[in-house]
Structure formats: structure tokens, C-alpha cells
């Protein structure tokens, strides 16, 4: 039997979030193995429309066979311009399942997972040109300690850029075993003592490598940005994020309409924001989904409706 590509999380309370129209038109932006586009679909009547976005060929294995679904082969950042070529000027709702697919941690090849040896990949997209060997072997130390520091939030950011560079001169860092290794990471069984500390760097380390390689805020930013401007009044805006720099991105944007976060007032002193929260306080998984399925035990669902 294949193994999954990817458990849905939050699936039935993601998707309750968009209160779903029958007839209406909405978007899944991180297809992957389909799960959360099937439940949409299953909901939506006949005259219904679900666009589905993914940049990773690899799940084009996972397209819904329906004539109400629409797949779209790319970045979720270009939103706006596809839904413009589809002559979509308006959608009742969007659903966003962020961070990294089970597929892509459990496909050893990638280089997304420490429990691997793998190649320094960690491309979202096979046809972009940035690989985390890259980044690792080329970028400056002051460049590394910026992106271990803003994206893996670890405060010995300038000690591991710094290791990073000493071991590279000797010779290159091709795969992730040879980066641990130079960062005298130990994640074996063998190492118990330390493995809990360590598997909490790697998972830093990781991220920050990860997140660069795919300018993953950047577009997140863009995708929130033109969500905003897609929803119809009422439309529903349904949101799973996994660590805090996504979540922070996404809280501001459903508060204040921007990223940064910055209120914008109307001249009594409301805010004007072009969202309402739905939850303001984050709903997450049951315990007996963590069980189910652990990757879940980081997610956030944030709901908000266009006003």
C-alpha cells in the first residue's frame, strides 16, 4: 500500500470556517494530497467552483477528477493573477493549510527532514534555482546568522553561522548529514541524553533554511494581501498555521488588513480593517488528533470574515 501524501489537520473545523455556499467560488492555496479540497467539493453544489493551488508537481497525482475543480500549478503568491486569468473577480472564501506536507518530510530525497542524509534541498517548487546547499555553502556569515535568527528564531544564530563557514572551507556541505555533523548536532538514538535538545535545534535550523530557500513570509504576504481584495463581503478567509512567524503574519493581517500590523483609524478612532475574527483565540486539535496525527500538535486555525 503507497503511504499517504498528507493527513489533513483541522479538517472539518477549517473547513466549517468557510461556511460553505453551495454555488459559491473558493480557493484551496495548498492543495497537497487534497484533503481539505475534497471536503470543499463534497460540500458545493453542482454550480460550485474550487480552485486548487500547489507549486510542487509532485501532487499533481492527488487532482480531484470534478468538473468544479480547478487546478493551478503554482505559487499561492500569485493568487491575484491567476484568479484574474480565470476571470474570477470575486471568491466567497479561502483556504490556507501552511508549513510543510507529510510528504515532504517522510520523501528522504527532498532534504526537508534531519531524520535523513539527504541532499541540501528543501525546494517547495523542483524548477526554482535556490537550494538550501546554497544558501549553507555561498551565503555570508553575517547573511546565514540573519536567516537562522529571523527564521528559526535561535539566539545562537551568529555561533552556528560561524561553524557553518569554518567547516565549509574544508570542504562543501552537500547534504544535511554533513550540515548537523558540522554544527555538532547529534540527533542518534544512541545520543538520548541530548536528543530532545537537539532534535529542537535541527527542527529550528531547518525551518530557517526552509523558509528562505521558498521566500515562504514573503509569499505569504502576497497571498494574505490578495485574499484580502478577492473576498466578497461575507467571504470567509480559513487559516492553519504552525509556528509563531507565520501566525504572527496572519493575526495581523485578520486585525489590521497588513502584515506589519499597523492599525489604520477612521477619524473617531475606530480600526479600519477590511476583516472581522472570527476566533480570537486560535482553535487547535483535540488530543486525540495529536495522537492521530502528531504533526498537528503545532497548528493554529484562525477564521475571518470580509466585511
Known amino acids: 500500500m503507497a503511504p499517504t501524501y498528507h493527513v489533513p489537520v483541522l479538517l472539518k473545523e477549517s473547513v466549517d470556517g468557510l461556511d460553505i455556499q453551495p454555488d459559491g467560488i473558493y480557493v484551496d492555496v495548498t492543495f497537497g494530497g487534497g484533503g481539505h479540497s475534497r471536503e470543499i467539493l463534497r460540500r458545493l453544489g453542482p454550480k460550485g467552483r474550487l480552485y486548487g493551488f500547489d507549486q510542487d508537481s509532485d501532487v499533481q497525482r492527488n487532482i480531484v477528477d470534478d468538473k468544479r475543480f480547478v487546478f493551478v500549478h503554482s505559487n499561492f503568491r500569485y493568487l491575484w493573477n491567476w484568479m484574474r486569468y480565470h476571470e474570477e473577480e470575486q471568491i466567497d472564501g479561502l483556504l490556507a493549510d501552511l508549513g510543510v506536507s507529510s510528504h515532504h518530510f517522510d520523501d528522504a530525497g527532498r532534504g526537508f527532514s534531519f531524520r535523513f542524509d539527504a541532499p541540501l534541498?528543501?525546494?517547495?517548487?523542483?524548477?526554482?534555482?535556490?537550494?538550501?546547499?546554497?544558501?549553507?555553502?555561498?551565503?555570508?556569515?553575517?547573511?546565514?546568522?540573519?536567516?537562522?535568527?529571523?527564521?528559526?528564531?535561535?539566539?545562537?544564530?551568529?555561533?552556528?553561522?560561524?561553524?557553518?563557514?569554518?567547516?565549509?572551507?574544508?570542504?562543501?556541505?552537500?547534504?544535511?548529514?554533513?550540515?548537523?555533523?558540522?554544527?555538532?548536532?547529534?540527533?542518534?538514538?544512541?545520543?538520548?541524553?541530548?536528543?530532545?535538545?537537539?532534535?529542537?535545534d535541527a527542527a529550528k535550523l531547518f525551518q530557517a533554511l526552509?523558509?528562505?530557500?521558498?521566500?515562504?513570509?514573503?509569499?505569504?504576504?502576497?497571498?494574505?494581501?490578495?485574499?484580502?481584495?478577492?473576498?466578497?463581503?461575507?467571504?470567509?478567509?480559513?487559516?492553519?498555521?504552525?509556528?509563531?512567524?507565520?501566525?504572527?503574519?496572519?493575526?495581523?493581517?485578520?486585525?489590521?488588513?497588513?502584515?506589519?500590523?499597523?492599525?489604520?483609524?477612521?477619524?473617531?478612532?475606530?480600526?479600519?480593517?477590511?476583516?472581522?475574527?472570527?476566533?480570537?483565540?486560535?482553535?487547535?486539535?483535540?488530543?486525540?488528533?495529536?495522537?492521530?496525527?502528531?504533526?498537528?500538535?503545532?497548528?493554529?486555525?484562525?477564521?475571518a470574515t470580509k466585511i
Open 121 to 200: 534541498d528543501m525546494r517547495m517548487n523542483r524548477q526554482a534555482t535556490l537550494t538550501a546547499q546554497q544558501v549553507v555553502n555561498e551565503y555570508s556569515e553575517e547573511q546565514l546568522a540573519d536567516v537562522l535568527y529571523l527564521y528559526g528564531e535561535l539566539r545562537q544564530a551568529r555561533r552556528l553561522a560561524a561553524a557553518i563557514v569554518k567547516a565549509r572551507q574544508k570542504q562543501p556541505l552537500l547534504t544535511t548529514g554533513q550540515l548537523l555533523a558540522a554544527l555538532g548536532i547529534d540527533i542518534s538514538e544512541e545520543n538520548a541524553t541530548q536528543n530532545s535538545l537537539w532534535k529542537k
Open 210 to 303: 526552509r523558509i528562505e530557500v521558498n521566500h515562504e513570509l514573503e509569499a505569504l504576504r502576497d497571498m494574505l494581501n490578495a485574499a484580502c481584495r478577492l473576498l466578497k463581503p461575507g467571504g470567509r478567509l480559513s487559516v492553519i498555521t504552525y509556528h509563531s512567524l507565520e501566525d504572527r503574519i496572519v493575526k495581523n493581517m485578520m486585525r489590521t488588513g497588513n502584515a506589519e500590523g499597523k492599525a489604520e483609524h477612521d477619524f473617531f478612532g475606530r480600526t479600519q480593517a477590511p476583516l472581522h475574527i472570527n476566533n480570537n483565540k486560535a482553535i487547535t486539535p483535540t488530543d486525540d488528533e495529536v495522537e492521530r496525527n502528531p504533526r498537528s500538535r503545532s497548528a493554529k486555525l484562525r477564521v
